[in-house]
């Protein structure tokens, strides 16, 4: 499991052989397949609602899948994501002896493309504006592989100057220096749990340390909906207005999204009853770039349901759990995937989707064990 954690974001960097990422879907399957047989869990016994609900999710998608079978590759993605979740739930105390496998590969993933910028630009590296990525697709990709190393740094490193160094400096300046206003916003919401977990943990201060939490996901679920409301509105003047000022969201960004979402559903929308309740396809013609609109169109309203079921039963877990870290990374973990989520599809994205569901299964499977 410690090799397969630690490939994990180089495979994410190496889009450009995607087979990479098919061996490591073959991969999951034979390790999954290969655990079963040795643990020879009981299956009645370690059942928990959380497995219907992502085993419904499943069908449900395998149905929309059925009803259009061209977008075939967003189908397999997200039943990787789905197969990583059971992963997680039979390889929960082999993943907990993971933590320098994964603190490893987030250094390298940092500093080879902190030195690839370094060798790109020269002597001018720190006014660097956009990136373009660096080794990898997107500014976006990029700065989201830059968070998730600071998450497993942060939570699994061993305290050093290097350690501080890499999360306070390196990691900010290649999130802020990469074009990528939404991740630069994430950092710093993470950044914040970071401080509430060490409020919990070191200072002994939960019932403080919960209310801030409290208060950051209210206020992200906020302005979830503040982004949204131009959608139905379409008039996004008051979008202008909250986010204009802003110097690190680009609005005229936001503005481009709205089209682009207003194009999707002009050629095709959820009309009929059935089709608002269990979606249409995968297939939406023209890429839909946001996880919640792409959830709605594909698996309806009764999917959106049971993925805020699934996400419910998760925290109620991670919460229960004696496992501090373990709820703490989950909570980071989910901030960056459905913040993420907002202009762009993390559910159809490996990378952005495999974590969050591998410790989705985690936490699930770590309650009640204490």
Not at 111 to 119: A, D, G, K, L, M
Not at 198 to 211: D, F, P, R, S
Request: hydrophobic letters at 55%.
């Amino acid at each position: 499991m410690s090799i397969f954690l630690f490939i994990k974001q180089f495979v994410d960097m190496l889009y450009k052989w995607q087979w990479l990422d098919i061996a490591m879907v073959l991969l999951a399957f034979c390790m999954l397949g290969y655990q079963y047989l040795l643990v020879r869990p009981n299956l009645k016994k370690e059942f928990r609602p959380a497995d219907a609900v992502v085993a419904a999710l499943a069908l449900l998608s395998t149905v929309s899948f059925i009803r259009d079978v061209t977008a075939y590759q967003a189908y397999i993605k997200v039943m990787s994501a789905f197969l990583l979740y059971f992963m997680g739930r039979l390889y929960y105390d082999r993943v907990l002896e993971c933590d320098d496998a994964l603190a490893l590969s987030s250094y390298l993933i940092i500093y080879i493309n902190f030195i690839h910028r370094i060798v790109t630009f020269g002597s001018h590296f720190l006014q660097v504006k956009n990136a373009n990525g660096d080794l990898y697709y997107y500014d976006t990709d990029l700065a989201y592989a830059v968070v998730l190393a600071f998450i497993f740094i942060a939570m699994f490193a061993r305290n050093s100057i290097f350690k501080f160094i890499t999360i306070f400096l390196v990691c900010l300046y290649m999130v802020i220096c990469s074009d990528a206003g939404i991740q630069t916003i994430l950092l710093a919401v993470i950044a914040v749990v970071l401080l509430m977990y060490v409020l919990e943990v070191a200072l002994k201060k939960k019932k403080l340390a919960m209310a801030g939490l409290g208060i950051i996901i209210l206020a992200l679920m906020a302005a979830v909906v503040l982004i949204y409301v131009p959608l139905l509105t379409a008039d996004t003047s008051g979008t202008w207005t909250i986010f204009g000022g802003n110097t690190v969201l680009d609005v005229a960004n936001m503005e481009s999204r709205y089209a682009q979402w207003q194009q999707v559903f002009a050629i095709r929308r959820p009309e009929t009853l059935l089709e608002i309740l269990f979606g249409i396809s995968f297939n939406t013609h023209l890429p839909l770039m946001s996880f919640y609109l792409k959830l709605l169109y594909t698996l309806g309203i009764v999917g959106a349901v049971l993925v805020i079921l699934l996400m419910l039963q998760v925290f109620k877990a991670a919460y229960k759990g004696e496992d501090r870290k373990s709820f703490y990374i989950t909570v980071m973990v989910a901030i960056l995937m459905l913040g993420s989520g907002v202009t762009f599809n993390t559910m159809e994205s490996l990378q952005m989707s495999w974590f969050m569901m591998l410790f989705a299964g985690m936490v699930i499977s770590a309650e009640g064990r204490e």
